[in-house]
């Protein structure tokens, strides 16, 4: 990891610290996901939990246009939908920042240029962050068949991909679909803070 990725996950963690203080983390591991619907994605639509309900596992990604941590999982992302949705599972990532780089129009720009193969969503309100307990960007939560929270934390054990050693929702989604607990329900994720208003 070069100086400038050291400098920017370092200031990156301090704000996660600070911003997340006031999200209550109470959606625990065994426990059924928190239900939304009508939320915009950047394919103009409107998406709700319910509308996955074929899926055998869902990964919810709580992520943003302007990290660099959360840049740095996306075409992670892409290759994790192309890798799992033969196998049934949907991923699925949802911002909640309200800046101007974060905003809808942005999404569809990024959407684009990254060719997602997932939906992006949108939800100004927060309320989907807060009910998960989100943190940081990137911060992922693997729902069972039931919608029960599987796993939660890091997509894996490095920003830098080619670093990585654990891959905690691959394994944790190779668990599900075949009916058992993940070896590691919890990780504490890294990234940008989740900016959420008072």
Not at 28 to 55: F, Q, R
Not at 57 to 77: G, I
């Amino acid at each position: 990891m070069t100086g400038t990725w050291k400098i920017a996950v370092l200031v990156t963690g301090v704000v996660a610290l600070l911003v997340s203080r006031g999200v209550a983390a109470s959606f625990k591991v065994g426990d059924e996901a928190p239900i939304w619907s009508g939320i915009p994605g950047t394919d103009d639509k409107k998406h709700g939990l319910a509308d996955y309900v074929e899926a055998k596992a869902v990964v919810l990604v709580f992520t943003c246009n302007h990290c660099p941590v959360a840049r740095a999982y996306e075409d992670r992302l892409v290759a994790l939908q192309k890798d799992f949705e033969p196998k049934g599972v949907q991923i699925i990532a949802v911002n909640v920042n309200k800046i101007p780089d974060d905003r809808l129009d942005k999404m569809k720009e990024r959407a684009e240029k990254k060719r997602f193969n997932f939906p992006y969503l949108y939800d100004e309100t927060q309320k989907m962050g807060r009910e998960y307990g989100a943190a940081v960007t990137p911060h992922a939560f693997v729902l069972d068949k039931q919608r029960k929270l599987a796993y939660v934390g890091q997509l894996d054990d490095s920003m830098d991909a080619k670093k990585v050693k654990k891959h905690y929702v691959r394994e944790a989604l190779d668990a599900v679909l075949a009916g058992k607990e993940p070896a590691k329900t919890n990780t504490k994720p890294f990234g940008c803070g989740i900016r959420y208003e008072e």
